[in-house]
């Protein structure tokens, strides 16, 4: 079983930056992909970015690129999401996965995060 407990969401201006944690319990942190999924208002939830289970290489959504940069600490079992360069479009209620595979988009998630609202203002 592993939990995970999102934080860092909040305001920001269109331009801004914020920095998401995500902090997961258990022993076997490291044997999950880890990632992020947003989804805003109306719309279903989508990938933003992801990073491996084994070498910690990362991939993103295509939308984030350049902005966005996930990253893992095992030692401390958490996982962050550094975004820049925000845009009204990036709100949203961002959610940490854990999935038991090579990537959160190769394996189905096991696990979700309580979720943390992104609003960004024009």
């Given at each position: 079983?592993?939990?995970l407990?999102?934080?860092?969401?909040?305001?920001?201006?269109?331009?801004?930056?914020?920095?998401?944690?995500?902090?997961?319990?258990?022993?076997?942190?490291?044997?999950?992909?880890?990632?992020?999924?947003?989804?805003?208002?109306g719309?279903?939830?989508?990938?933003?970015?992801?990073?491996?289970?084994?070498?910690?290489?990362?991939?993103?959504?295509?939308?984030?690129?350049?902005?966005?940069?996930?990253?893992?600490?095992?030692?401390?079992?958490?996982?962050?999401?550094?975004?820049?360069?925000?845009?009204?479009?990036?709100?949203?209620?961002?959610?940490?996965?854990?999935?038991?595979?090579?990537?959160?988009?190769?394996?189905?998630?096991?696990?979700?995060?309580?979720?943390?609202?992104?609003?960004?203002?024009?």
């Open positions: 079983q592993v939990q407990v999102e934080s860092g969401g909040g305001l920001v201006q269109a331009g801004g930056s914020l920095r998401l944690s995500c902090a997961a319990s258990g022993r076997t942190f490291s044997s999950y992909a880890m990632g992020w999924f947003r989804q805003a208002p719309k279903e939830r989508e990938f933003v970015a992801g990073v491996r289970w084994r070498g910690g290489s990362t991939y993103y959504a295509d939308s984030v690129k350049g902005r966005f940069t996930i990253s893992r600490d095992n030692a401390k079992n958490t996982v962050y999401l550094q975004m820049n360069s925000l845009k009204p479009e990036d709100t949203a209620v961002y959610y940490c996965a854990a999935a038991l595979g090579p990537s959160v988009v190769a394996t189905t998630p096991r696990y979700w995060g309580q979720g943390t609202q992104v609003t960004v203002s024009s």
